[in-house]
């Protein structure tokens, strides 16, 4: 198949791709006569940022029966599609990354994997084997793996050092610092953290943030604040927001506003049994 040829159809491949319109991408991509490891790389990474893991797989080793050699993107991209359950994929992978020189690229994933897999200590070792400076991808995958992993103080830590380095936090890092504070109980840190995000650093404060501090407040036990907070928000509260609620109801043995919130996840979507379990369980209390 001509250079040129391959390269077009490569393209209308990553075109449908990052359009969203997954079959199109696939019909485009299968109907290729020949595929080099371009191809197989934006099938791959359109799979994953679809949440579509064992597809990606199934993909990489299609590339590999088909004679394709991987590069570090493609090993990046399967990588950040492992979880804990495909530990034995992950191992054969880092084991074919022995003959590439590691990169930010590589590092991050591996990062990321391994915090996915409950390796904090690995992520660690990973994290400052990286050649300096870091960049701000690698300082997002090790603060979100220690926070994903109930590490607040360390989570926190890695905040100051990534401020201390002049790279300034991004939302997603924030993300991950307020999902540490609410799960470790650490209610004016997350706050404070809250309040830091936007007033230093002029970040936007995204639906996914005042989620992270309504779960905050309904842990700690503050649920009228968490309420307000709700009403308050500068736009429409989901279902989501209700049920964050709700479950921080029937911690705390709630039983007007668990009522309440139920009735407010109703209207955004039909009754489904986590909601009449939460529900009858506090009612029950």
């Not at 590490?151 to 926190?156: E, V, Y």
Request: proline share 3%; aromatic share 8%.
């Amino acid at each position: 198949m001509p250079a040129r040829d391959l390269a077009s159809g490569n393209g209308l491949v990553s075109g449908y791709a990052r359009l969203g319109q997954w079959e199109s991408a696939r019909a485009a991509f299968w109907s290729l006569p020949e595929r080099d490891v371009v191809s197989w790389n934006t099938m791959i990474a359109a799979c994953v940022e679809r949440d579509r893991p064992q597809e990606s797989f199934a993909l990489f080793r299609q590339m590999d029966l088909d004679g394709v050699a991987p590069n570090r993107i493609t090993l990046a991209s399967i990588l950040s599609a492992c979880d804990g359950s495909q530990e034995n994929i992950a191992h054969a992978l880092i084991a074919g990354l022995r003959d590439l020189e590691p990169d930010a690229m590589i590092g991050t994933a591996l990062v990321i994997l391994y915090g996915r897999c409950g390796s904090c200590e690995k992520s660690l070792e990973i994290f400052h084997q990286m050649e300096e400076p870091r960049d701000p991808g690698a300082w997002n995958s090790i603060i979100a793996a220690l926070a994903r992993n109930g590490h607040t103080d360390a989570a926190i830590a890695m905040l100051r050092r990534l401020e201390c380095e002049g790279i300034g936090p991004d939302f997603a890092v924030f993300n991950s610092i307020l999902f540490a504070c609410s799960h470790g109980g650490s209610l004016c840190e997350g706050y404070a953290h809250f309040l830091i995000m936007a007033g230093d650093y002029g970040i936007a404060v995204s639906s996914s943030h005042f989620m992270c501090l309504i779960d905050l407040l309904g842990r700690a036990g503050k649920l009228e604040a968490a309420e307000e907070l709700i009403d308050s928000m500068p736009f429409e509260a989901d279902g989501l927001a209700w049920t964050i609620l709700l479950s921080s109801c029937k911690s705390h043995n709630d039983v007007e506003r668990g009522a309440m919130a139920a009735m407010r996840v109703a209207e955004f979507e039909s009754w489904e049994s986590s909601t009449y379990v939460m529900l009858s369980s506090i009612m029950r209390n």
